[in-house]
């Protein structure tokens, strides 16, 4: 697990310089080797991977049902979220950080369930995203942007946005979750292999009134073993439990008590196989917008990926170059930059009546809307 030398002194000078720092970490300067050769607009396909789990949200019953599956669905998505690139390269990386309007498009499953990501907001960076299964009629709306603070021996990052997850009923009516995000903590500072654990609690929040409360504990916590979790369903935040669900988000989480209908032991879902996560599909670079993450970012991802550090950087500077030009231009002509696949809308009225619900003011409270356009 040691770093090779060659890397031990621009790590220790690294973490210096991370003692020191305030402010988003997008502005920090990491050493090569840690760089990912991808953008943080693609981070929202992890939302879609459970395909299969999403799509089953619709087949719920009842309202009870259907909240189990969107908790279900929620805690599936957790293991590629937070532990996919050190489970592939051994070490969490630092991905771009994403130009204004940058886009990711992708899909499964021929166009079954379709993703657009934008980067919605550059200073503080802001990125909006929407998740489609129209033969289902399940959307995932949300945004998300990083708080970040340095402490001791590891690093906080609280996550600033949240999801809203509608299901059209075949009544026609319209049912919507509140999801908020977890805070994560990068730990492994130390060794030279930072990796993510998740910590304190989040919440589903459903207009039909159940609620889901996610504890999530690591190794040094109280039950001792990483990527722990610790779910209630209640009615209403602080009601009635009426399942309770435990286990490890990267593994098996079973039902344990109490839970309704005898439920308890039973199997609730496991994490632990690959097979139930299906990589995005995306078009190939020549045939992507100038807008899309990777085609803007081809030049510095292949340099990353070769090793060759130096026409990275070259291609980074040439990129955030003409990001800072163009923004110049539309200042000098009287324009403010325009979004291209959502529309903003400030003070969401539906985010706030279920984020009401939770007895928890959130620190934001803009939602960004798919333009129809774009849909
Ligand atoms: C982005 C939104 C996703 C969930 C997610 C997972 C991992 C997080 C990432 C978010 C934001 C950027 C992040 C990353 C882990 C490490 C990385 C915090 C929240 C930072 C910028 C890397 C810092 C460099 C270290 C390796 C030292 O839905």
Redesign the pocket.
């Known amino acids: 697990t040691a770093l090779p030398p060659a890397q031990k002194s621009s790590w220790g000078s690294f973490l210096k310089s991370l003692a020191s720092f305030s402010g988003d970490?997008?502005g920090?300067t990491?050493p090569s080797f840690?760089l990912a050769p991808f953008s943080?607009t693609e981070?929202?396909s992890?939302w879609g991977e459970p395909k299969d789990f999403f799509a089953a949200i619709a087949d719920g019953k009842t309202a009870e049902e259907r909240h189990l599956l969107v908790t279900r669905w929620f805690l599936s998505t957790l293991s590629g979220?937070?532990t996919r690139r050190e489970k592939e390269t051994g070490?969490?990386?630092?991905?771009f950080n994403p130009f204004l309007g940058e886009q990711f498009l992708g899909s499964w499953d021929n166009g079954e369930l379709v993703l657009h990501v934008e980067q919605v907001s550059h200073h503080p960076p802001i990125t909006a995203y929407h998740l489609e299964n129209k033969k289902k009629g399940i959307v995932y709306e949300g945004n998300?942007a990083?708080k970040?603070s340095f402490s001791a021996r590891q690093?906080s990052?609280k996550?600033v946005g949240h999801g809203l997850l509608r299901v059209k009923l075949p009544s026609g009516e319209t049912e919507t979750y509140l999801i908020t995000l977890p805070k994560?903590k990068?730990e492994g500072?130390w060794t030279g292999r930072?990796y993510?654990e998740l910590t304190e609690t989040s919440y589903i929040q459903a207009s039909h009134g159940l609620t889901s409360t996610i504890k999530y504990s690591g190794a040094g916590w109280v039950s001792g073993t990483s990527h722990s979790h610790s779910t209630t369903v209640t009615s209403g935040a602080g009601g009635p439990t009426l399942y309770t669900l435990t286990g490890t988000w990267t593994g098996e989480t079973k039902y344990a008590k109490p839970s309704r209908d005898g439920k308890e032991g039973q199997v609730f879902f496991d994490a632990s196989s690959d097979a139930m996560r299906t990589r995005v599909d995306v078009k190939p670079v020549e045939e992507q917008n100038e807008f899309e993450s990777r085609r803007a970012w081809k030049a510095v991802a292949d340099g990353i990926r070769s090793g060759d550090y130096d026409s990275a950087s070259q291609a980074k500077s040439a990129l955030e170059n003409a990001e800072r030009q163009r923004r110049k231009d539309e200042q000098a002509r009287g324009e403010t930059f325009q979004l291209r696949l959502f529309d903003k809308r400030p003070n969401d009225p539906e985010y706030k009546q279920l984020a009401h619900a939770l007895k928890f003011k959130p620190e934001e409270e803009d939602s960004w809307v798919l333009k129809t356009s774009a849909a």
């Open positions: 970490l997008s920090l990491a840690i943080l981070f929202p992890y979220q937070f070490s969490e990386k630092k991905p998300c990083q970040t690093i990052v996550q994560l990068i500072l930072p993510v």
